[in-house]
């Protein structure tokens, strides 16, 4: 059950606030931003608590959107719930940023009011919820003096400009773009031993489907021709790509999945899971990342950290926004580095105790490394043993760790205009982590 939804900018501005109940309270807005900003971590817990509130949280486009519930309501529907909120927001209004927020306001509070009834969650899905919607979105057009149209007084852009005509029950949600997306997102979690050796792998994947067409009755999705699913699948010869588990929307048919990996369904306007799969202790290629570290002390006392990493990927690919988090001893103050290239950067963390090694982009088949001096007053053999273990996050555009691809994105019947089919693959760090 929940209370209140709200959307807080990053400097705690209240852009949207809805209270179902009315048992919360009025102050749960301050509450709220004076707990997530006090936290010294990074990463804030999405679930906190204050009196006999419980405030669930998920962050994105640089907001936070909020839901205040009762103790007997799960923290995972929930979490859900704002999850789903975010992506119909962005369905319906192009986007999520604060801007779009404040410009569509009366559209997002509708969207509350046919979304929740009195706390309880009646329907998320933009199939159901675009027949009742009538507001329409706004989006903000860049001025042009080739368009003169479009300007107000003083210059403002008028509302008759920025508002599209369509009819509410029969329009595609972001404005009539004929284009669909097909995503193949995977998140990786490995733990690799001191000794270099892979001790867990586990890869969480998702196929997703963002359609914008006017009109398609059916789109057929071809996956690998020798994806095998299970132990006691195999298919073709040679190492096929395999995955331990996976499951289906219920709106995709599989009458062709068994014998030619071929999805079908009659997509829904806006954004929709269409399978979603796993792959435990084992990976099908090299793993992304390897380590090479050497820890020693110094003449001086210092403690000295000079670290190696090489990126495995193909030649032609790269990862991006790479950043490593060292583990250091307690009372490190302050860091000297050496760095391998400009395109690096390092800071010391001492709240967290670790160092921050940041890579805007790694190129596949390099290696890069860095030499990190710690002043570390009182340096012994023990506090030595406080270093590490690393954790990497990053980013793998155009690649996936258990080697899914769509093979073809056919659409029935054939558009009349031009459509636009994108066809996107990448694969995030869930959890990254190398002993040293």
């Known amino acids: 059950m929940i209370s209140q939804v709200f959307i807080l900018s990053s400097k705690g501005d209240r852009l949207i606030y ?31 608590r204050h009196k006999q509130a419980h405030y669930v ?12 519930t009762t103790a007997d309501s799960s923290p995972f529907a929930v979490i859900e719930f704002l999850n789903r909120f975010a992506a119909l927001v962005k369905d319906y209004c192009g986007g999520l940023s604060e801007k779009s927020v404040q410009m569509n306001f009366a ?11 009195y706390g309880y969650v009646q329907s998320t899905s933009s199939d159901v ?15 042009s003096l080739f368009d003169l149209g479009n300007v107000g007084l003083f210059g403002a852009d008028t509302q008759q400009s920025k508002v599209a005509p369509s009819s509410a029950a029969t329009r595609p949600i972001q404005g009539g773009k004929s284009e669909i997306f097909v995503d193949v997102v995977e998140r990786m979690a490995v733990v690799i031993g001191t000794n270099g050796v892979l001790m867990k792998a586990d890869v969480q994947g998702e196929v997703k489907v963002k359609c914008f067409l006017p009109s398609c009755s059916e789109i057929r999705i071809g996956l690998n021709e020798d994806l095998s699913v299970g132990t006691s699948q ?12 996976c499951s289906f929307h219920p709106a995709v048919r599989l009458e062709e999945f068994d014998s030619h990996r071929i999805l079908r369904l009659s997509p829904s306007q806006g954004e929709q899971s269409i399978m979603q799969y796993q792959l435990a202790d084992h990976l099908p290629s090299a793993l992304p990342f ?4 050497a820890i020693e002390k ?6 000295l950290m000079y670290l190696k990493l090489r990126c495995d990927l193909p030649p032609k690919s790269a ?3 790479v950043s490593a988090t060292i583990r250091v001893p307690k009372g490190c103050v302050s860091l000297s580095q050496e760095l391998s290239s400009p395109d690096q950067n390092a800071e010391l963390r001492s709240q967290s105790r670790a160092v921050l090694w940041k890579i805007l982009r790694f190129p596949g088949g390099t290696q890069l490394s860095a030499l990190f001096k710690l002043e570390v007053p009182a340096l012994s053999s023990a506090s030595m043993m406080e270093v590490g273990p690393v954790g990497l996050s990053f980013e793998l555009p155009k690649v996936t760790a258990t080697g899914l691809h769509i093979r073809f994105l056919r659409l029935s019947p054939v558009q009349p205009g031009p459509a636009q089919r994108w066809v996107r693959y990448v694969t995030h760090s869930d959890s990254y982590t190398i002993r040293i």
């Not at 195999?234 to 588990?245: L, N, S, W």
């Open 18 to 48: 809805k209270d179902f109940r009315g048992d919360a309270g009025s102050d749960v807005v301050n509450v709220f931003y004076e707990k997530v900003t006090a936290l010294t971590g990074d990463q804030p817990p999405v679930v906190m």
């Open 234 to 245: 195999f298919r073709g010869y040679g190492t096929a790509v395999r995955v331990d588990e």
């Open 319 to 321: 990862a991006v926004n």
């Open 290 to 293: 390897r380590l090479f570290p």
């Open 129 to 143: 919820l675009k027949n009742f919607i009538q507001t329409e979105a706004v989006s903000p057009q860049p001025f």
């Open 57 to 68: 949280h998920v962050r994105q486009g640089g907001l936070y959107l909020v839901a205040i």
């Open 298 to 303: 110094d003449s001086s006392g210092r403690l």
């Open 107 to 117: 559209l997002i509070y509708e969207l509350l009011d046919e979304m929740v009834d």
